[in-house]
């Protein structure tokens, strides 16, 4: 068994690639970044398939095991996979999956599966990295290598491959995927960066990328198999340039309609007159008319867009008109819809309590997710009828970037707590769903009263190269998108980007071009923030009639057994008698939350007393519950009284306690003494002349 490895050095860190070793039937290769070990398999059918796309599926998952620890639940086992696991499969499919050819048909399979995890180095970006330097090995077609990379800046500066505790630390956190020459995909989220930070650090991780790109190089030279030797498929470029020639003038008029539905069926039934034209030809070639048409669409919408004439009649810069209703519906806690030309969003914040969390067994334990933001694209939004079979990998990555958005300008919950939900329903699309996610979420969240740190945009822009000719296109369309040679998704305040999302599919794509597309898009986040905001200025000071009340207070942590009582009898009577879900944190805050906010300082009030200590050297308004010889005890709270000794009731002596009071009189007191046994000493003398504002009154 030869086993052959080659180390990439990036900065202080080692990232070693094996290969010969494990899962030898496959084009397999481990990488291993300090404990942190990821084996991925590549693997492909010896024939192609009859299909008319190309069938490559992306695989990742994070055992238990590989951090020690066995699954939550009854089965102790992995189910379906997590939305780390599905996102990091999208991480990895989407730089991977332009560099085969556009005919290549056969069935290829990338498995990333973590074998050792360290809780400090992430898997993600080694199963990036591991996807690509597999498929080098394989006898796929292949155009790669290209390289995962994690930048994230602390204090300040930027950092290679950081560990989870300088991530948990950072401002920055991006995932960028390089080839030798060009960036290839970017997912970023920060706290408020300017655009010319992001650039820094896009340059610094392409820089930094090299050293992977020659180890997966030199690994291929030594273990690689023979590639299959690729043909592209034969075109007929006479009978493609006869169809284009015929369909040119009617294609051009097709492409002046504004609506995506109207233009749609127009091309469509260019294509059916085309092949009617052609007689029996046209039907036996129908695929290669079909082929040839969508080659003129492109050339044509391409040409028009670099002459300035975009799809709808828009200019480069120009954002499709907006409308914006805040609070459309009642009964939602937070409530907007927002429509971008064609694409529209109805988004609803909901807010709940902490036990209303998201309670997720991670590979590092229990954690509890207290802000949702589901994305969701049903059929209807895009006039199409085909089956819902629960929430797909595109809805989780759209909703996982308009969280990213989101996320860092939320309130802490100490602040605000609240379990938050966001849901953003797409009920007609025609590009940049995900922003008016983002967008539709930050006015909802305002509607339900979050005091959000500032508002959210976000804009979807592209960019087209003809040549020397580059254009950048704001508030793109599903076409110009999937025409297009770049697409970007840039969410921020007017102060700077929380998230960034990049696909590029062209290279030499340089500094000045980034600076140019951020500045436009920066540009078109702001016009769209200045609509935002001249419907709803800023968050709701009340949250709904409709929401529980939430309110903290905090208790000592050796006081936490007298609120839940043996058993959880106590803190149940407490629920039974107001209504108010309690919930005590090991920390010694509690939580109350009802919709009726009597109920909560009830509640409060009982917990106040359960918890109560003296404090000495303060004032209480109390009352005489019990007069004895020596003294009289004066309860200062429900259930805890002290006693006031005779020698401090009054400034002179005093024969008779009866003398200076009787049961059900109220008395200002002092507290002067707690002994160890928890005995509290008072004294009325001592209160003689203090200021009411410092007495507290807790009865």
Not at 128 to 156: C, E, K, Q
Not at 307 to 326: M, N, Q, S, V, Y
Request: include cysteine; aromatic fraction near 4%.
């Amino acid at each position: 068994m030869e086993v052959i490895r080659e180390v990439a050095k990036i900065g202080d860190r080692e990232i070693t690639l094996e290969t010969g070793k494990i899962a030898k039937q496959a084009n397999s290769v481990i990488l291993t970044l300090g404990d942190t070990a990821v084996l991925v398999a590549v693997t492909m059918s010896r024939e192609p398939k009859d299909l008319p796309f190309m069938p490559l599926t992306v695989e990742f998952r994070e055992a238990n095991a590989a951090a020690g620890k066995i699954p939550g639940g009854y089965f102790k086992r992995e189910g379906r996979p997590t939305e780390k696991e599905i996102l990091t499969c999208r991480l990895t499919d989407r730089p991977i999956r332009p560099l085969f050819p556009k005919g290549y048909r056969y069935d290829t399979q990338v498995i990333a599966h973590v074998l050792s995890h360290d809780l400090q180095n992430e898997p993600d970006v080694l199963a990036m990295t591991g996807a690509s330097a597999g498929l080098m090995l394989s006898p796929a077609p292949w155009a790669g290598p290209v390289a995962g990379i994690r930048v994230a800046r602390v204090d300040g500066e930027l950092i290679a491959f950081p560990t989870f505790d300088e991530i948990g630390r950072s401002d920055l956190n991006l995932i960028v995927s390089c080839s030798r020459d060009a960036i290839v995909m970017v997912e970023a989220g920060a706290e408020q960066v300017s655009e010319a930070e992001m650039i820094d650090a896009l340059m610094f991780a392409k820089e930094q990328s090299l050293p992977l790109i020659e180890a997966q190089e030199r690994l291929r030279e030594r273990a690689g198999k023979t590639k299959l030797e690729w043909v592209e498929p034969e075109v007929d470029t006479a009978f493609r340039d006869a169809v284009m020639g015929k369909a040119r003038e009617r294609m051009v008029a097709a492409l002046e309609i504004f609506g995506k539905h109207e233009r749609h069926e127009a091309i469509s039934a260019l294509k059916g007159t085309i092949i009617a034209e052609l007689g029996e030809d046209g039907i036996a070639r129908r695929d290669e008319v079909g082929a040839a048409l969508g080659k003129l669409e492109k050339q044509i919408v391409r040409k028009n867009i670099v002459a300035g004439k975009r799809l709808g009649g828009r200019g480069p810069a120009d954002i499709r008109d907006l409308f914006i209703e805040i609070h459309p519906f009642e009964r939602p806690h937070g409530s907007a819809l927002f429509q971008r030309g064609e694409t529209q969003a109805i988004v609803t914040t909901t807010l709940g309590t902490e036990r209303d969390a998201q309670r997720l067994d991670t590979i590092r334990g229990d954690i509890n997710n207290t802000f949702l933001l589901h994305y969701n694209f049903p059929p209807y939004s895009v006039g199409e009828a085909r089956p819902m079979r629960g929430t797909s990998r595109r809805e989780i990555g759209h909703g996982a970037l308009a969280h990213r958005a989101i996320e860092t300008l939320l309130p802490d919950s100490e602040a605000f707590p609240y379990t938050i939900r966001v849901v953003s329903d797409t009920t007609e699309s025609n590009g940049s769903s995900s922003m008016a996610a983002v967008c539709g979420g930050c006015l909802s969240l305002m509607d339900a009263g979050v005091p959000i740190e500032a508002p959210v945009a976000g804009i979807a822009m592209g960019l087209i190269q003809e040549g020397e000719d580059i254009v950048v296109l704001s508030d793109i369309l599903g076409d110009e998108d999937h025409l297009g040679d770049m697409d970007f998704k840039c969410c921020g305040t007017a102060k700077g980007i929380t998230a960034l999302q990049m696909d590029i599919k062209i290279h030499g794509l340089t500094r000045e071009i980034l600076e140019r597309a951020l500045e436009q898009a920066r540009l078109g986040r702001l016009h769209i923030l200045e609509a935002m905001l001249a419907k709803i200025e800023k968050p709701r000071e009340e949250i709904s009639r409709y929401a529980p009340r939430v309110e903290s207070m905090w208790v000592k942590i050796d006081k936490i057994r007298s609120i839940i009582g043996p058993g959880g009898k106590v803190i149940r009577g407490i629920t039974e008698q107001t209504g108010v879900v309690i919930n005590i944190n090991d920390d010694g805050r509690v939580t109350l939350a009802s919709a009726d906010i009597d109920a909560i300082e009830r509640a409060k009030a009982i917990i106040e007393g359960l918890t109560f200590e003296a404090e000495p050297g303060q004032f209480y308004n109390g009352v005489v519950k019990r007069i004895v010889d020596f003294g009289a005890f004066v309860e200062i709270m429900p259930g805890t009284d002290g006693l006031v000794h005779i020698s401090e009731l009054e400034n002179r002596r005093v024969d008779q306690v009866t003398d200076v009071l009787s049961e059900g009189d109220d008395v200002v007191v002092k507290v002067i003494n707690v002994d160890d046994t928890g005995r509290i000493r008072l004294s009325r003398k001592q209160a003689f002349g203090v200021d009411p504002d410092e007495v507290l009154n807790l009865r």
